[in-house]
C-alpha cells in the first residue's frame, strides 16, 4: 500500500510546487466532486523504492477572508486525517511566521507523523529559517528546494523511517 502523505501549510510556501516536483508525470487528478479538485489535488509518486500517493492542500485563495480561517483548519484537518503522514512546508526564507505556528499546534495536535519541510533553502537566505524551523517542536527539518529538485534524497529518508 502506498503512503499517503499530506502537503500542508500557510500559502506561498511551495506546497503546489513541491506536489508537482513529487508527481512528477504522474500527474493524475483523482478526484472530481465538483468544487474539491480546485481545493485538493493528489497524485502518485515514486521516492525511490517508496510508493507515494500525495495530496496537496490548497484552496485557501477563497476571496471571503472571514472563512479564511475556518477553511485552512477544516481542509487541512480533513487532508490530515485521510493520510499516513504530513509533510509541513515552510518558506525557510520568510522563516517561521505566526500561521506557520498555527499549523504547527494544528498538526501536534492530530497526533501523526510530520515532517518538517524548509523550503526555499537553494540559497544560504533560507538557513535562519531553517534552523527556526527546529522550534516548531516537530522534529528535524529537511532543507529542500521544490523549485530546484533539492533535498529529496533527504526528503525521502525521513518518509521511509515513518513507512
Ligand atoms: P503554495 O501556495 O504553498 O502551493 O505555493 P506555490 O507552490 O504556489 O509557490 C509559491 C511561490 O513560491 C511561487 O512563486 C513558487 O515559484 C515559489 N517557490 C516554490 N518553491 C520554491 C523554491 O524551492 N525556491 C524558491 N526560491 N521559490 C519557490
Ligand atoms: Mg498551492
Redesign the pocket.
Known sequence: RPLRVAIV?R???????LFNRLIGRRLALVDDRPGVTRDRREGEARLGDLALVVVDT?GLEEADPNSLEGRMRAQTETAIAESDAALF?IDARAGVTPADRHFAALLHRTGKPVVVVA??C?RSSGEPGFYEAFELGLGEPIAV????GLGLADLTEALVRID
Not at 145 to 148: I, L, Y
Open positions: 501549510g500559502p506561498n510556501v511551495g506546497k503546489s510546487t490548497a512546508l523550503n526555499k537553494e528546494s521544490a523549485e530546484h
